[in-house]
């Protein structure tokens, strides 16, 4: 039976994507509530969609992925000054993992950038407002551009078979397609973009929908193709993206956080010649160095389920830090997660104790992440 939206939603302030009535129609067990939207985020068991989303290939509705677009005759030098990433190194026709940063450093938001043209960019954002933050940030910077949230809602075909899908919708010119690139197309004229990306750590594509009134046309068009290679409909899998090492903004990482704290000093261009929002204050932070951290755990003791709250991580009795993401890996026989901790315990092989709720302190020890695939030779393949 379709999931009781009524357990949810009250009135129309929560809005729903374009593949909203097809997720109810294959039999969607629960949603969260996205960027304001209503997201599906199991059709079975969790376990079962991990399992078939590393063997067969699985189709999610990420449409809460809610577009930022920019235009208009300095997008480019705008984009710019948003994000420590140098975009004179990205190319029309490629994407790049970008972190939105504040004043002080901190982590507006980490989407994915697409640049569509010399002056036109999508940012596919994680669950945060940066319209608002980037129309403050435009009144204050004085350049010439629009901001507006366009009509793009993304679906996700992620798993091993992803490639004979996007093969048999798209033709044979899409599996030319490099890691972080796309392409602009039509599928039976549903206007379309295909990147070459994902949050599952598997080969994977995202299809942006460029006209919302044909949802239902393209989920069911994916469904047919996927038939074949035993497509299901899931939710992102936490699973797979904790092995992979994917954060999840607003748990593993918020505003209070900046890019060091996170591990994602890597989206800092150290060359990058313009500036941007926060850049005196990543200077100082790289300087001074970070107090806390965050690092890959392996929990001890018998499978946990996905955390709902951040747990209390301690040493010798004493509070120290919190768990942002844990989960139990069937894969690994392991419960694994992420843990925000001072830098003093961030040493691998460190060990501290975990509060996990109606079980008790756990022994947990710092280790490397990601936990599989740590070079992505799997969705780079």
């Known amino acids: 039976m379709p999931f009781d939206m009524s357990l949810v939603q009250r009135g129309a302030r929560l809005r729903r994507t374009p593949f909203f009535e097809a997720t109810q129609r294959y039999g969607a067990k629960g949603y969260t509530v996205y960027n304001h939207t209503l997201f ?17 290939v699985t189709l ?41 940063t504040a004043d002080d450093g901190g982590v507006v938001n980490d989407p994915v950038l697409l640049r569509l043209g010399e002056n036109h960019f999508w940012l596919a954002l ?11 940030v435009a009144l204050q910077s004085g350049l010439r551009v629009t901001l507006t949230e366009p009509d793009v809602s993304p679906l996700q075909i992620q798993g091993p078979k992803a490639k004979e899908v996007v093969q048999t919708l798209f033709g044979d010119g899409v599996l030319g397609l490099k890691y972080y690139w796309f392409l602009e197309t039509q599928l039976d004229g549903i206007p379309v973009v295909v990147t070459r ?39 992102p899998s936490d699973i797979r993206r904790v092995e992979a090492g994917i954060l999840n903004w607003g748990a593993d990482m918020t505003l209070e956080d900046n890019v060091y704290q996170a591990g994602l000093e890597w989206l800092i261009d150290e060359g990058k010649s313009s500036d941007y929002v926060g850049r005196d204050a990543l200077r100082r932070i790289k300087q001074e160095g970070v107090s806390r951290k965050l690092v890959g755990i392996e929990i001890a003791g018998d499978p946990v389920q996905f955390n709902t709250t951040k747990w209390p991580v301690s040493v010798n009795g004493k509070p120290v830090g919190r ?17 925000m901790l001072p830098t003093a315990h961030t040493a691998h092989g460190s060990v501290v104790s975990v509060a996990v709720p109606e079980a008790g302190a756990r022994q947990a020890t710092v280790v490397p992440k990601p936990f599989v695939d740590p070079k992505k030779e799997i969705p780079k393949s």
């Open 40 to 56: 599906p985020i199991c059709f079975a068991d969790l376990e079962e969609e991990y399992w078939h989303l590393i063997n067969h």
């Open 197 to 235: 990306t994902g949050w599952s750590g598997e080969v994977g594509y995202e299809v942006y929908l460029r006209d919302g009134s044909r949802g239902d046309d393209l989920w069911e068009r994916i469904m047919a193709a996927g038939k074949p290679h035993n497509i299901h409909p899931t939710g």
């Open 126 to 136: 994680a669950d945060s407002d940066v319209l608002l933050y980037a129309r403050g």
């Open 323 to 339: 768990v942002t993401s844990a989960i139990w890996s069937p894969r690994l026989k392991k419960n694994l997660g992420y843990a």
């Open 60 to 100: 999610w509705d990420v449409a809460v992925e809610r577009q930022v677009e920019i235009t208009g005759p300095d997008a480019f030098a705008f984009t710019n000054l948003l994000t420590p990433r140098d975009l004179s190194r990205c190319a029309v026709g490629q994407g790049k993992y970008v972190a939105i």
